[in-house]
């Protein structure tokens, strides 16, 4: 059974480029989440998505924002980069069966780690 | 807001001992508690996930326990090898649905040497 796949694994940006990171869920998986690693800040919850639609979101400004499709697929972009989004990326995905339905376990991907220079 | 806190930061013990790993958060009104592990540059392994109504689950080796009541839980490994060496992280999730989100640790630095 393939795991929670991001792509690409390693990045590097210009300040004030845009970014998109794409992550593929376990095959089932519809609900999809996004956390920012950093090693001043730990792990930070950017945002969850289910059935397309976007169900939380974090602390982050307007520049993160992110989309799922059909198929549960997600992705992230940030738009205007700075140095200070240089992170892992990570993208986890639950099962939940029917919307507002029982969440069960998180596993996470590899993850993206994003360099902004 | 849910505050999660692990003791200690950094742990080096030699090979064979059995250690404890602790998390503990400030608002005990969780849905459920999981254990990580990460590697250096890797992404997160689920390790163990209790339900707030259990108090306890095993996997191999490790045993983590949960008191939502005051707020904690531990990370016990048996008879520690190199290969634990590792970050382990724990994380709450406050409700059951979609929509809530994790609150992560800060980590405890695990060190094993031969």
């Known amino acids: 059974k393939a795991g929670v796949t991001q792509t690409p694994r390693y990045l590097i940006k210009t300040r004030g480029q845009q970014v998109t990171l794409s992550c593929s869920p376990i095959?089932?998986?519809?609900?999809v989440s996004w956390y920012q690693q950093t090693p001043g800040q730990g792990l930070q919850f950017l945002f969850e998505?289910?059935?397309?639609?976007?169900?939380n979101k974090g602390n982050f400004p307007g520049r993160f924002s992110g989309r799922q499709f059909s198929n549960s697929r997600s992705e992230m972009n940030v738009s205007t980069l700075e140095l200070g989004d240089s992170a892992l990326y990570l993208c986890?995905?639950?099962?939940?069966?029917?919307?507002?339905?029982?969440?069960?376990?998180?596993?996470f991907g590899s993850g993206t780690r994003l360099t902004v220079v | 807001k849910q505050e999660v806190t692990q003791i200690p930061a950094a742990l080096s013990v030699p090979e064979g001992e059995n250690l404890v790993l602790n998390c503990s958060f400030t608002?005990?009104?969780?849905?459920?508690l999981q254990w990580f592990r990460q590697d250096p540059g890797k992404g997160l392994t689920s390790l163990l996930l209790?339900?707030?109504?259990?108090r306890e689950q095993t996997s191999g080796r490790l045993n983590a326990s949960l008191d939502k009541s005051s707020g904690r839980s531990t990370l016990y490994i048996a008879a520690s090898q190199p290969g634990d060496s590792a970050t382990y992280l724990c994380?709450?999730?406050?409700?059951?649905?979609?929509?809530?989100?994790?609150?992560f640790g800060e980590g405890t630095q695990l060190t094993v040497n031969p």
């Open positions: 608002d005990s009104a969780i849905y459920n």
């Open positions: 209790i339900q707030s109504s259990q």
């Open positions: 998505y289910f059935s397309e639609t976007q169900r």
């Open positions: 986890a995905s639950s099962l939940v069966r029917f919307a507002g339905g029982r969440v069960y376990g998180y596993t």
């Open positions: 994380a709450v999730r406050r409700g059951e649905t979609s929509g809530s989100r994790l609150t």
């Open positions: 095959s089932g998986h519809r609900s």
